[in-house]
């Protein structure tokens, strides 16, 4: 059973970082389809950021520039380092996993960026 946990969410005011965490129960070294995704409330969950085959990465308009997505295999754990939030970054931030058969999701962690 694969598990992720995130951390690194929090209050933090417009502007300023924050660094998410999402560790891994299982080895990531050959996993590509691994990344973060965000659901605000009342609306839907979509994509903020991931690793392609290849192991070049992918990113939202919305946070490109901003975001960057990085992973250390050695401790199983990918990251998020947000730069330059903004209020509508304000979010549950979630980790996802994907093999060949499931897709694996996080409880997700709370950004909150006021303005």
């Known amino acids: 059973q694969v598990q992720l946990v995130e951390s690194g969410g929090g209050l933090v005011q417009a502007g300023g970082s924050l660094r998410l965490s999402c560790a891994a129960s299982v080895s990531i070294f050959s996993i590509n389809a691994i990344g973060w995704s965000r659901q605000a409330p009342g609306k839907q969950r979509e994509f903020v950021a991931g690793?392609?085959?290849?192991?070049?990465?992918n990113y939202a308009d919305s946070v490109k520039g901003r975001f960057t997505i990085s992973r250390d295999n050695a401790k199983n754990t990918v990251y998020l380092q947000m730069n330059s939030l903004k209020s509508e970054d304000t979010a549950v931030y979630l980790c996802?996993?994907?093999?060949?058969?499931?897709?694996?999701w996080g409880k997700g962690t709370l950004v909150t960026v006021s303005s």
């Open positions: 690793f392609t085959v290849g192991g070049g990465s």
């Open positions: 996802y996993l994907y093999s060949k058969t499931m897709s694996y």
